[in-house]
């Protein structure tokens, strides 16, 4: 199955570049990195700041997260991808690039409620049997 906007919830998270556009704690809004592990109800995304890192864990109830795609994982129909709601918000001038910066056509940003991510990942991804994920 192909990676595209819809299909995104269905599909591993890990390695994803993703930012929290919305969230119950305002602390959580901004925070951008990659996932490095899901778990049924958390993402922990590994945030990188001037050449250290660090692993916050999201809880998905209550938060909203956008998700940095290529076209060439998307599809071809570049319609189906969201613009970006904080594209560009870092401080101009930096070196250190987050994953969800490289704004263009090469990148589709999809938007999803953690809601629709509540499961065990495993079980989420599958593709037979009667899972109600498909």
Avoid at 78 to 96: E, F, H, M, R, Y
């Amino acid at each position: 199955m192909a990676l595209t906007p819809e299909t995104l919830p269905r599909h591993e998270l890990n390695g994803l570049p993703v930012r929290v556009v919305d969230s119950d704690d305002a602390d959580r809004v901004g925070i951008e990195g990659r996932i490095v592990l899901e778990t049924t109800k958390t993402l922990s995304i590994e945030v990188r700041d001037n050449g250290t890192s660090r692993v916050l864990t999201v809880p998905k109830s209550g938060s909203v997260f956008e998700f940095a795609i290529t076209d060439e994982a998307a599809g071809d129909e570049k319609s189906l991808g969201t613009a970006s709601k904080l594209a560009k918000t870092q401080p101009g001038g930096d070196s250190d690039e987050s994953p969800t910066d490289r704004a263009g056509e090469d990148v589709a940003y999809v938007t999803v409620d953690g809601s629709r991510l509540i499961s065990r990942p495993a079980r989420r991804t599958e593709t037979k049997g009667d899972s109600p994920w498909q």
